[in-house]
């Protein structure tokens, strides 16, 4: 359905904002702590986010090694605004 559409749209939207102010200026942040500083409502969005933010180069990515299964930390690029 087109309304469903534009609010998961919106969603999306919102969520990239939220994730490019969160790393702007904070340095590398690990994957999971980023989606926890995220309302509820928007974590399933950042997967999706996170995909168009790298597609857009306003963030980067690397591999985080830890004890458990690999990660990803997040970086956000010189101008994300």
């Known amino acids: 359905m087109v309304t469903e559409d534009r609010v998961a749209d919106a969603a999306v939207t919102r969520v990239c904002r939220s994730v490019a102010r969160k790393l702007d200026g904070a340095g590398w942040m690990g994957g999971a702590d980023l989606r926890r500083l995220l ?3 928007d974590r399933p969005h950042f997967d999706e986010a996170v995909e168009l933010l790298l597609a857009s180069g306003q963030v980067v990515f ?3 090694e830890n004890k458990g299964p690999a990660g990803r930390r997040y ?3 010189a101008a994300t605004r």
């Open 62 to 64: 690397e591999v985080a």
């Open 75 to 77: 970086r956000a690029m």
């Open 39 to 41: 309302a509820a409502r």
